[in-house]
């Protein structure tokens, strides 16, 4: 039996003109999130995606993942195509729906028929098809009010499609359709999750990293690069990372600044450099992952001494949630086992035994003012390079 894919996207996202310009986005995303999987016709009609496999030879359980992970996605309907007359419907509901009624046991069929030229209203497709539903499956019983599965039967232009109604996609909106954003990414829990609350919002995430070698290895940037394969595959499969050494403003900090505020220090440094990074690079705003109190450098007060730093928004999506909400989004998509590999991160060598937690900025920056600032950030800079990451792997450049 022929199957194919309805996509439902998000009606907010697509008012007035810019619809087509966001349904472009998706054609054009999904049709490279297709390729692994086979030959496929995405189309667009009645704001649903059509994804048509072309041959037998098409995984539609991988293409029903990867679409999955498109943002801007709300629902996905696998459907069983038919001719658009009741025999076929009827034929296609008593083969198709039966497998999903397993260990169920009321369901109710909803019909819509945008094809008004069908001779069966959608009430009287959906009693016919009820009537198919029983026949096939005996043990099942209708309940209109709460029912365990609905079966759909939609009758729309070119053809009829039964279903057992949608499963959730991945929601938010397009990758693109709302700026750059430069994600300050660390190996540790929050900032990948940052980044994909962020693609999630449409945004694409290019991302910067502090390394601080030899204190910091080899195989802490290569788990922070891998971190960055997965994230990518919710940016559009693919993400540049540059990365920058943070290993001479830590030497300096170490030799003329007071202990305390050195995590303030480094922080000013890193969101200065990122600020630069983001103008050199048209990304519209910084995101980090930071979380309301949970390090000293992440009180209110120890923000409001970072920030200023800063020229572009700094978004920080995990602003307001528990660390077990950022745990579990980052088991869901899929970065926390390497997120709690235990390499060390450039803000962890080095830490302060008495780091400040409500600073005040005029004592920071008489710290601060002990070392020449500009220069130190435009050394950093000179050092930076850039590796390309996608799922499959990243690629170092200079
Ligand atoms: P956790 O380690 O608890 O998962 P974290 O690494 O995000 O969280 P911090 O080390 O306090 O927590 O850093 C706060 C934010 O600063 C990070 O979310 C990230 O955005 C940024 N950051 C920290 N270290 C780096 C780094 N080495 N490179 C780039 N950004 C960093
Ligand atoms: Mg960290």
Same mark, same amino acid.
């Given at each position: 039996?022929?199957?194919?894919?309805?996509?439902?996207?998000?009606?907010?996202?697509?008012?007035?003109?810019?619809?087509?310009?966001?349904?472009?986005?998706?054609?054009?995303?999904?049709?490279?999130?297709?390729?692994?999987?086979?030959?496929?016709?995405?189309?667009?009609?009645?704001?649903?995606?059509?994804?048509?496999?072309?041959?037998?030879?098409?995984?539609?359980? *991988?293409? @029903?993942?990867?679409? &999955?992970?498109?943002?801007?996605? !709300? %629902?996905?309907?696998?459907? #069983?195509?038919?001719?658009?007359?009741?025999?076929?419907?009827?034929?296609?509901?008593?083969?198709?729906?039966?497998?999903?009624?397993?260990?169920?046991?009321?369901?109710?069929?909803?019909?819509?028929?945008?094809?008004?030229?069908?001779?069966?209203?959608?009430?009287?497709?959906?009693?016919?098809?009820?009537?198919?539903?029983?026949?096939?499956?005996?043990?099942?019983?209708?309940?209109?009010?709460?029912?365990?599965?609905?079966?759909?039967?939609?009758?729309?232009?070119?053809?009829?499609?039964?279903?057992?109604?949608?499963?959730?996609?991945?929601?938010?909106?397009?990758?693109?359709?709302?700026?750059? *954003?430069? @994600?300050?990414?660390? &190996?540790?829990?929050?900032?990948? !999750? %940052?980044?994909?609350?962020? #693609?999630?919002?449409?945004?694409?995430?290019?991302?910067?990293?502090?390394?601080?070698?030899?204190?910091?290895?080899?195989?802490?940037?290569?788990?922070?690069?891998?971190?960055?394969?997965?994230?990518?595959?919710?940016?559009?499969?693919?993400?540049?990372?540059?990365?920058?050494?943070?290993?001479?403003?830590?030497?300096?900090?170490?030799?003329?600044?007071?202990?305390?505020?050195?995590?303030?220090?480094?922080?000013?440094?890193?969101?200065?450099?990122?600020?630069?990074?983001?103008?050199?690079?048209?990304?519209?705003?910084?995101?980090?992952?930071?979380?309301?109190?949970?390090?000293?450098?992440?009180?209110?007060?120890?923000?409001?001494?970072?920030?200023?730093?800063?020229?572009?928004?700094?978004?920080?999506?995990?602003?307001?949630?528990?660390?077990?909400?950022?745990?579990?989004?980052?088991?869901?998509?899929?970065?926390?086992?390497?997120?709690?590999?235990?390499?060390?991160?450039?803000?962890?060598?080095?830490?302060?035994?008495?780091?400040?937690?409500?600073?005040?900025?005029?004592?920071?920056?008489?710290?601060?003012?002990?070392?020449?600032?500009?220069?130190?950030?435009?050394?950093?800079?000179?050092?930076?390079?850039?590796?390309?990451?996608?799922?499959?792997?990243?690629?170092?450049?200079?």
């Amino acid at each position: 039996m022929k199957e194919i894919l309805l996509l439902k996207y998000g009606e907010i996202v697509l008012k007035g003109a810019n619809k087509r310009y966001f349904e472009d986005m998706l054609l054009r995303q999904l049709r490279r999130k297709a390729k692994p999987y086979g030959e496929f016709d995405i189309s667009r009609s009645q704001s649903t995606i059509y994804v048509e496999p072309k041959n037998d030879l098409c995984d539609m359980d *991988g293409m @029903l993942a990867a679409a &999955g992970k498109v943002f801007g996605i !709300v %629902a996905i309907c696998r459907a #069983a195509v038919c001719e658009k007359n009741m025999e076929s419907i009827l034929e296609t509901v008593k083969a198709y729906i039966p497998p999903h009624l397993a260990g169920k046991k009321t369901f109710k069929v909803e019909s819509k028929r945008s094809d008004k030229n069908f001779p069966l209203d959608s009430i009287e497709i959906s009693r016919e098809a009820g009537g198919a539903v029983l026949s096939a499956c005996p043990h099942m019983r209708v309940d209109v009010h709460n029912p365990d599965v609905i079966v759909r039967v939609e009758v729309r232009d070119f053809a009829a499609y039964v279903h057992p109604g949608p499963v959730k996609g991945a929601g938010g909106m397009p990758v693109g359709s709302n700026g750059r *954003g430069l @994600l300050l990414l660390s &190996g540790g829990i929050d900032s990948p !999750v %940052a980044g994909y609350m962020m #693609a999630r919002r449409g945004m694409t995430v290019e991302a910067i990293h502090f390394e601080s070698f030899p204190y910091t290895s080899e195989m802490a940037r290569d788990k922070v690069l891998r971190l960055a394969q997965i994230v990518s595959e919710y940016n559009n499969d693919s993400m540049i990372v540059h990365v920058v050494s943070l290993t001479k403003v830590q030497e300096e900090l170490v030799k003329h600044c007071d202990e305390d505020y050195f995590t303030l220090l480094l922080r000013r440094y890193m969101m200065a450099i990122a600020d630069r990074v983001a103008s050199r690079f048209y990304c519209d705003a910084l995101v980090t992952g930071e979380s309301l109190g949970q390090v000293a450098s992440q009180t209110a007060e120890a923000i409001g001494v970072t920030d200023p730093v800063a020229t572009h928004p700094v978004f920080r999506p995990c602003i307001g949630m528990d660390k077990e909400d950022i745990v579990a989004l980052s088991r869901k998509i899929g970065t926390f086992e390497t997120s709690i590999e235990p390499f060390e991160d450039c803000c962890t060598v080095f830490t302060p035994r008495h780091p400040r937690t409500r600073p005040d900025l005029a004592k920071v920056l008489v710290q601060e003012q002990k070392l020449p600032f500009d220069q130190l950030v435009e050394e950093a800079l000179a050092g930076m390079y850039r590796v390309d990451v996608t799922p499959e792997g990243y690629e170092v450049r200079q």
